[in-house]
């Protein structure tokens, strides 16, 4: 049986534990259910988008290695790199020799689910390069030394009160717990460091084939920061970020805003287009785009599987999931928690013990019915949970079955086994109690009581009684 | 090579999946193009949308971020771009060169404070740390979201409208359109699509965060406020 580190339940006990965590999460994952509803509700044509945003993905997924050359030659021609990586080490191994090649020992990082898939601050830590975090919650969640808990918004699990502290111990500021007197700091902090530092880091929303271009999303301008003003920019984007055309933004920035933070646009959208040209008199000389597969053919060779690669990572799906809500993100321990976490971490996406996730979900379809690309999640966790099963279970279920046919066919061997099985559980109760059947019997036993052993057979019975005929 | 090597990884995936599934029968890029309901209406109704979502944006509590200013002339646009230049916070002031810019700040204006252009290398980028305003033209101005699109081809500045606490933007009313979907449409009409200029940014309101408790808070890394002014 899974050994409870990377039980999924066994982790969530960590989370309801934590004072608090579970009130905040819930308040305030579902305020940015409720705003994504409203921003929704004002858009006639939703539906509509929903559908053709549903139709590009496929489309773009049945021709991904079409795309993709399509945009690495783009990109090459306006003069930046594009390496494709396998693994995530491929995509390290890249970056570090980057940072060596420009001896940089500092890089500024806008967020990116995919940095955090690669593990990329240890490993740049590793060579010497020290990473700083710029958007705001994820500069939090550095001092804090915690991951993210929300892919969209990092620190939604922690009170201002615990990053006022984290300022005061880190920063050394005096304390406060006004949000706009801590983002001064950060601004102020990491302004400098803009400023400074040779490498800029980003993810990416969307890259797009026809033109070559990388679209990232945002709020507060770190990103701009960081792709604008240090001189090597690099990008690591999951290779089904991409879409064909230009005009497929046109649908794309109207639901990614809506459907990840309630807004009809973000305060930034840029479309980088490699680095500055000869005559442009700003932004960085070197522009780099890691295109990222680890582990994400996998499931594009499955045409049932495939739709999961359409995911534009808004978080909306997190947001309307009860069981997200009520534990966190930590739980999931995966860089994707929430109802996309379960789907990807199966695949060893995001996570290397995910194979419990799926069972993670209430199944209620909340995801399925909020998702902009009209991923259909829920039925796609229960096909994950059927694969699970079929996997790990197979055999213990196949030799359980077949053990029961054999001995059920021979009277004796069942009366032996029964007795043997009477003794063995008798013996367990005297050693280490009553609840202590051993797994897989324990999953049962662990919530609930284990049904008694009759004091003797029903075989025995019929002896005593010679066939229920005669009183005892 | 590791491009190779994915690519094969892609191409073996989609052909093993086309079992049953036919490599014809791929899905095919939808026809016809993204639903678009909200028409083509005139200047005026298209500024008066733009003005609701602006002020939407820039009034927080008791605080304003900027303004979204529409003028009848040239003259009446020299004066408003003279009140910010005016403001005591407001000293160092770089603008991207560009028609708009020779034809509203002239060298009166310039004289009123310490004006870079931002024509080379030299006087832009890291050198606009210090700027307290940066004015910038513009390819665009959504009414739907109050967004304006601004570039980098003809040597237009990306620091100019990211470093300085203020930016300020000047545009014509031709070059209001009703959302998104339009600004893309302007991109794809240049005459050198699909080769397109290092950066377009669409930049809506001021830079913010609600990252802590989800509490709004302005300005996060970028500019603190935004004034769009609106020519003839």
């Avoid at chain 1, 021709?63 to 783009?74: G, S």
């Avoid at chain 1, 902090?189 to 797009?208: C, I």
């Avoid at chain 1, 209430?362 to 699970?388: F, M, N, Q, W, Y």
Wanted: proline letters at 7%; glycine letters at 8%; hydrophobic letters at 40%.
């Amino acid at each position: 049986m899974t050994p409870p580190k990377t039980c999924f339940r066994a982790r969530t006990a960590t989370s309801l534990t934590r004072a608090g965590l579970k009130e905040r999460v819930q308040r305030n994952a579902w305020s940015g259910h409720l705003s994504r509803e409203e921003a929704v509700a004002e858009l006639p044509e939703y539906e509509d988008l929903r559908e053709r945003a549903r139709a590009i993905k496929l489309h773009t997924l049945d021709h991904l290695d079409r795309y993709l050359e399509q945009f690495a030659d783009k990109v090459e021609r306006n003069g930046g790199n594009v390496l494709f990586a396998s693994t995530a080490k491929e995509a390290l191994d890249y970056i570090v020799a980057v940072a060596e090649r420009h001896g940089a020992t500092k890089m500024v990082k806008a967020k990116s689910m995919a940095g955090e898939e690669l593990h990329l601050n240890p490993a740049l830590e590793a060579a010497g390069v020290e990473p700083r975090e710029t958007d705001l919650g994820e500069f939090i969640v550095q001092l804090s030394g915690e991951p993210p808990s929300h892919i969209v918004t990092p620190v939604i699990h922690l009170t201002r009160h615990e990053i006022a502290a984290l300022f005061v111990e880190h920063l050394g500021i005096e304390y406060t717990d006004d949000p706009q007197k801590l983002t001064a700091v950060a601004r102020r902090v990491l302004r400098e460091e803009f400023l400074a530092a040779p490498l800029g880091f980003s993810g990416g929303n969307f890259l797009v084939a026809e033109t070559g271009t990388l679209v990232l999303v945002e709020n507060e301008g770190n990103i701009r920061m960081s792709t604008t003003m240090p001189r090597v920019h690099l990008a690591v984007v999951g290779m089904e970020k991409i879409v064909p055309r230009l005009q497929d933004l046109a649908v794309f920035l109207r639901l990614l805003p809506r459907c990840g933070t309630g807004q009809k646009m973000t305060g930034y959208a840029s479309l980088i287009t490699g680095p500055r040209r000869a005559d442009d008199v700003d932004g960085p000389d070197e522009f780099h785009v890691i295109v990222l597969d680890n582990g994400r053919s996998e499931l594009l060779a499955d045409p049932l599987k495939r739709p999961i690669l359409s995911c534009l990572r808004c978080g909306a799906c997190l947001n309307a999931c009860p069981v997200y809500r009520t534990v966190s993100g930590h739980a999931y321990e995966s860089v994707y928690p929430g109802p996309i976490g379960e789907l990807l971490g199966p695949h060893c996406i995001g996570t290397d013990h995910g194979e419990d996730l799926p069972f993670g979900s209430s199944l209620c379809g909340a995801c399925t019915e909020v998702c902009p690309v009209k991923i259909d999640i829920a039925h796609l966790l229960l096909h994950l949970r059927k694969e699970a099963m079929q996997t790990s279970l197979d055999l213990v279920w196949k030799a359980g079955f077949g053990a029961w046919s054999l001995v059920a066919q021979y009277p004796e061997l069942y009366r032996t086994a029964a007795a043997l099985a009477k003794l063995g559980l008798a013996a367990l109760n005297s050693t280490i109690g009553e609840e202590a059947v051993p797994p897989p019997l324990s999953g049962w036993s662990h919530s609930r009581e284990f049904p008694k052993f009759a004091k003797r057979s029903f075989d025995q019975w019929w002896d005593d009684t010679e066939g229920g005929t005669k009183d005892e | 090579m590791s491009k190779m090597e994915v690519l094969s990884a892609i191409r073996q995936a989609l052909r093993g999946a086309h079992d049953g599934y036919g490599e014809q029968q791929a899905r095919p890029y939808p026809e016809g193009r993204d639903p678009r309901p909200y028409g083509n209406p005139g200047v005026e109704e298209l500024w008066q949308r733009f003005l609701t979502e602006f002020d939407a944006l820039a009034a927080y509590e008791d605080q304003r971020f900027g303004e979204a200013w529409r003028v009848g002339s040239v003259a009446e646009a020299r004066e408003r771009v003279a009140s910010l230049l005016a403001r005591d916070d407001i000293n160092n002031v770089c603008a991207v060169p560009c028609n708009l810019v020779e034809q509203i700040v002239t060298p009166e204006l310039r004289t009123q404070v310490k004006f870079t252009l931002t024509d080379r290398p030299e006087t832009a980028g890291h050198a606009l740390a210090g700027m307290d305003l940066g004015i910038t033209d513009c390819l665009c101005l959504t009414a739907g979201t109050a967004s304006v699109l601004v570039s980098t081809a003809k040597a237009g500045s990306r620091a100019a409208s990211l470093l300085p606490p203020v930016h300020l933007v000047l545009a014509q009313e031709r070059q209001l359109v009703p959302d998104i979907p339009e600004c893309l449409d302007t991109i794809a009409a240049t005459p050198d699509f699909p080769d397109m200029p290092a950066a377009y940014t669409f930049i809506t309101g001021s830079s913010r965060t609600a990252d802590i408790e989800k509490v709004l808070v302005i300005p996060a890394h970028g500019p603190r406020e935004l004034f769009v002014l609106l020519l003839p």
